[in-house]
């Protein structure tokens, strides 16, 4: 499993790594870069990655722009660090 604290160091991390990233989860929302421009930058990268988004927000907060143009699924539920993890997938792909 590969970690960084802020998107930014994201891309840096997958320059370095020379094996397959077979999976990504982000946040849709971040302060220095948004979820989107970062798998964009990944599946530079990375072309085989798969993205998993997820947000605090809920779906009235989250402008179509943010999620339509992402091709991934992202969770349709909150969950916390004791859940198992979420129980339904959304699939915001075009």
Do not use: W
């Amino acid at each position: 499993m590969l970690k960084a604290k802020e998107g930014p160091e994201v891309p840096q991390i997958a320059e370095r790594h020379t094996q397959p990233i077979h999976l990504m989860l982000t946040d849709l929302i971040m302060p220095q870069m948004s979820g989107r421009e970062l798998s964009e930058k990944i599946a530079g990268i990375h072309p085989e990655t798969k993205v998993v988004f997820m947000s605090g927000y809920s779906n009235n907060l989250l402008s179509n722009e943010q999620v339509i143009r992402c091709r991934a699924y992202s969770p349709a539920e909150t969950f916390s660090t004791d859940d198992p993890g979420p129980t339904r997938m959304r699939d915001s792909r075009p």
